[in-house]
């Protein structure tokens, strides 16, 4: 079916660690996955995406990898910060955007 | 420059009345997307409009339908209003079809 779906609903992390967040996609002919921050309030913002051909991209601060072997997305946050607390969602490219259910991120001081 | 604008922000309407939303892209963006986010469903895929044709339909009913202008403005227009569609609507805009969404702060309608 069209599902992209995350491990955790919920995650904690200290000020400082990094943070994993975790995605599963089930179509694998998709070519395009995209993670979003949605804070409250507002509509998901773009954080980064990675087209099929590649296995890891980089940007400030977030890296995104994929796995195509067991059709696995994780985005990581490197020394997070509390103002990434917000929900995470990842989407897949079937020529239109299916999204994760997210997963709520929580920053401690 | 501009982002993607969504008006109005908040709406409140009544069972079996219709609304209209309209979402304005970002300036040059040809293609907008309308999403339905709510917390039992998540973020799922209305419609998609390039070139004020639609390109790309999700699984909603024929009450939900939409537009889009030679500006590249559009509208989503819900008929006959249930309880269920009490959501918040996202509109994206993107450049090219598929690729490098940019979506707006949303309008949050509640039927009552």
Known sequence: ?109 | KAGVTQTPRYLIKTRGQQVTLSCSPISGHRSVSWYQQTPGQGLQFLFEYFSETQRNKGNFPGRFSGRQFSNSRSEMNVSTLELGDSALYLCASSLTQGYGYTFGSGTRLTVV
């Open chain 1, 1 to 109: 079916g069209e599902s992209v779906g995350l491990h955790l609903p919920t995650l904690s992390v200290q000020e400082g660690d990094n943070s994993i967040i975790n995605c599963a996609y089930s179509n694998s002919a998709s070519d395009y996955f995209i993670w979003y921050k949605q804070e409250s309030g507002k509509g998901p913002q773009f954080i980064i995406d990675i087209r099929s051909n590649m296995d890891k991209r980089q940007g400030q601060r977030v890296t995104v990898l994929l796995n195509k072997t067991v059709k696995h997305l994780s985005l990581q946050i490197a020394a997070t910060q509390p103002g990434d607390s917000a929900v995470y969602f990842c989407a897949e490219n079937q020529g239109k955007l299916i999204f994760g259910q997210g997963t709520e991120l929580s920053v401690k001081p």
